[in-house]
Every structure is written in structure tokens, then in C-alpha cells.
């Protein structure tokens, strides 16, 4: 009946699957109907049915080599040990006895039998499976197996969460992991060892910025202020990197495109660096010639007495033209 249930819940979801198009439809239904011929061949036999179709008896015996009588999954044991005490039933590995009834016979221990049922254990935790006889395996992403045995719990399980592997970050496996800050790539379950596969990779360094990539640093270029860090979200890291914008007295959008003197300054942004204020050169003032009087050529300067004409504020050498 469990198997049964199982398979049911199994075809309900397989078909989903397939009306969703994760699944072809005519192979779903094709699995699923050798299972029910499985199931219906088992059953026939008093057999549970395993993961490939075998049939997994559910015979028991009794300890202590006394006599018994079975009836499909029931048995009765009668005689002792030898030692006095009622002989204790025996189930196939990864069957549990259940519903065990003693009837007193006079109060002679020796001809007390004892009836059982056997009954399939349910897989245990981190494993998917019918039930223990039939076969349990471990969950996607989980390492280790299930083997069946004849004392509780009734199996050995080494089923085990695995460790998020290197460069990504997470509890385990099965709960999910992730690629860390910087990197770019994905975690997935595998079956088989190492029970994961991942492609998490480091994000290259972004415009506006030189390096190897985000996880050894990356710099941004000469002229340009900020700085680049790793983020988990994408694109996986945060650019700051801006051009700086010209300095006073120069003319200009910013020192990347170029900053020039204003007319009656000497001197200029010279070259561009990486470190604070990001370019190095300076615009002077340039004084009035002589001849004339004032603060400086770019404030305006005057003919001093006794002469006349002009002194105007240029861009090039010496920065000024004087009549």
C-alpha cells in the first residue's frame, strides 16, 4: 500500500512536470506504468517491490533455532532459547517488528509463542526511497548510503551533508550555496561524489579600471578618483571610478578629456597619476609686464603714466600680449 501511494504521488507529479514541458510526457508515462506492472508482480507474490522492480521478501525466522509458522508477513515462534526465555523474533534487514503479542500457556515460558508482524522501516533522514528494504538513497547533494540490517534502527546510514565548496558561501550543499562577493558562477547538487558542481569564477576588473580581476583588486585608471569592491549581487562588484573634474583656473570637463590654463596662467595639468589629486601640474598667474601696473595679468593690468596702449591675457607664451 505504501509503495502503492508512493508511485501515485510519483505520477502526479511526473505528469505536472511533463504538462510544464520539464519532462517528456510519453517516457513519464511509460516509467510509470512498468512501476504499477512491478508493484502488481510483487504483490502476487507477497512481496514488496524494490528500486528496480526485484521483489524484496518480508520472511522472517525465530532466534534460538525454534520452530515457527508464517503466514505473508507474520510469523509465530514457539519453544526457547534454551536458557528458559521466550525465543525473540527475527525480521529480514530493514524490516522492524510490530504489534507483538504474547499468550501465557500456563505460565510455562517454554511453550509461550510469541506472533509478530514485520514491517518495512521508512528511510531515514536525508535519504528519498520507498522504504528501507526496497532501497533508500541519499538526497541530491548529500553523501553517503543506506544499507539495510537486522537491529534498530533497522539500517546504517552514513547519509552526510557536504560543504559548500571553495570560493562560495552557505550553510551545505543541500541547503544551497553561492558564489562569493566577486566571483560570478553557480553551485549545483550532483548525485555522485564530489555530490556538487561548481563554476564560480572571478569577475573581470570593469571599465575605467585596471587589475587582474575584482578578487586581487583592481585600480581605477590615472585621472580617475573612486574605487572598485566586490559585491554578491551583479554584476558582482561596485565601480566608483570617475574622471576628477579640472582644478580652479583651468578650463575643462575633467582632467581625463583634458584641462587647459585659462588665458594669462602659465603652466597646465601635465600628466595624469592614481594617488590624490589624480593628475599633476598647476595653473600659475602670470604678472603684468612692465610697464604697467595691477595684480596679475588674468585680474586685468593697466599702462602705468606717461604710456598708453593695452596688456591682454592669453592662453600662450608668455600669456599675455602688451603694446
Given at each position: ?79 526457547s532459547d ?55 538513497k541519499c ?96 554584476p558582482f ?87
Open positions: 500500500l505504501v509503495a502503492t501511494q508512493t508511485t501515485i504521488s510519483q505520477m502526479q507529479s511526473t505528469l505536472a512536470r511533463s504538462q510544464q514541458g520539464q519532462t517528456d510526457s510519453s517516457s513519464a508515462v511509460a516509467a510509470l506504468t512498468q512501476q504499477f506492472q512491478w508493484i502488481a508482480n510483487c504483490s502476487a507474490q507477497g512481496k514488496l517491490t524494490g528500486l528496480n522492480g526485484q521483489c524484496v521478501s518480508t520472511t522472517s525466522s525465530c532466534s534460538g533455532g525454534s520452530s515457527s509458522s508464517s503466514s505473508g508477513a507474520s510469523l509465530t515462534c514457539s519453544g534454551g536458557l528458559g526465555a521466550p525465543v525473540a523474533p527475527v525480521c529480514m534487514p530493514g524490516f522492524a517488528p510490530m504489534s507483538s503479542t504474547l499468550t501465557t500457556c500456563s505460565g510455562n515460558a517454554a511453550a509461550t509463542p510469541t506472533t509478530f508482524n514485520c514491517q518495512a522501516v521508512n528511510c531515514p533522514a536525508l535519504s528519498q526511497g520507498i522504504n528501507v528494504p526496497s532501497g533508500c538526497l541530491l547533494g548529500i553523501s553517503g548510503t543506506v544499507v539495510a540490517t537486522n537491529s534498530t534502527p533497522y539500517y546504517a546510514s552514513s547519509c552526510m551533508h557536504v560543504s559548500c565548496p571553495t570560493n562560495t558561501s552557505g550553510s551545505n550543499i543541500y541547503s544551497g550555496c553561492v558564489c562569493n562577493p566577486g566571483f560570478t558562477g553557480t553551485v549545483t547538487s550532483l548525485p555522485t561524489s564530489p555530490f556538487f558542481a561548481h563554476n564560480c569564477t572571478p569577475v573581470a576588473c570593469p571599465a575605467f579600471s585596471t587589475g587582474t580581476n575584482v578578487i586581487a583588486g583592481c585600480t581605477c585608471n590615472a585621472g580617475y578618483s573612486g574605487s572598485v569592491t566586490a559585491s554578491s549581487v551583479f562588484y561596485v565601480n566608483t571610478c570617475a574622471p576628477v573634474a579640472c582644478p580652479a583656473s583651468p578650463s575643462g570637463t575633467d582632467v581625463v578629456s583634458g584641462c587647459s590654463c585659462n588665458a594669462g596662467f602659465s603652466g597646465g595639468v601635465i600628466s595624469l597619476i592614481n594617488i590624490p589629486p589624480y593628475y599633476l601640474g598647476s595653473c600659475n598667474v602670470v604678472l603684468c609686464p612692465g610697464n604697467s601696473s595691477g595684480y596679475n595679468v588674468a585680474a586685468g593690468c593697466t599702462c602705468n603714466p606717461q604710456f598708453y596702449g593695452f596688456v591682454t591675457a592669453t592662453r600662450t607664451p608668455p600669456y599675455y600680449v602688451s603694446n
